[in-house]
């Protein structure tokens, strides 16, 4: 059995470590500061699953008011396929529902098609638009 439980300081390490392992960190994003900008925020959207005192798995969600996102879903690959990012996104799911959150988008890249699979196995649907993105702070 794992827990999810939100992340610790004792935890960002071990996370940095999944998400590289996880090929899901990029060289213009640097993940200790995303980790820390989020739990800065206090908000309890950035959540573990642990297994035998072992980060294994990770999620970052957020809500802006109008909609919640999620953000760097990994789990390490030895423990994928067992349901443990589907009990991630459960969890973020009702943490975003409880504070009013009416619905809930996220990013994958087109050629991810496994993870797109796994979005829509969850209910989760391609949506039309064009995502624009600017750097305010650099890194």
């Not at 760097?72 to 690959?77: H, I, M, S």
């Not at 699979?117 to 969850?122: M, P, V």
């Amino acid at each position: 059995m794992f827990i999810i439980r939100p992340i610790e300081n004792r935890d960002i390490d071990t996370v940095v470590e999944l998400w590289e392992i996880c090929n899901i960190t990029r060289p213009w994003n640097h993940p200790e500061t995303d980790i820390f900008r989020k739990m800065n925020q206090k908000d309890d959207l950035f959540l573990v699953a642990e297994k035998d005192s072992r980060v294994i798995a990770s999620i970052m969600g957020g809500y802006d008011g109008h909609r919640g996102w999620i953000h760097y879903l990994a789990v390490q690959p030895e423990y994928q396929r067992l349901g443990i990012a589907t009990a991630l996104m459960q969890n973020i799911e009702k943490r975003l529902i409880a504070i009013g959150c009416p619905k809930v988008q996220l990013m994958v890249r087109p050629e991810n098609t496994s993870v797109i699979q796994f979005y829509e196995e969850l209910d989760f649907e391609e949506i039309e638009s064009v995502c624009l993105g600017k750097r305010l702070i650099q890194d």
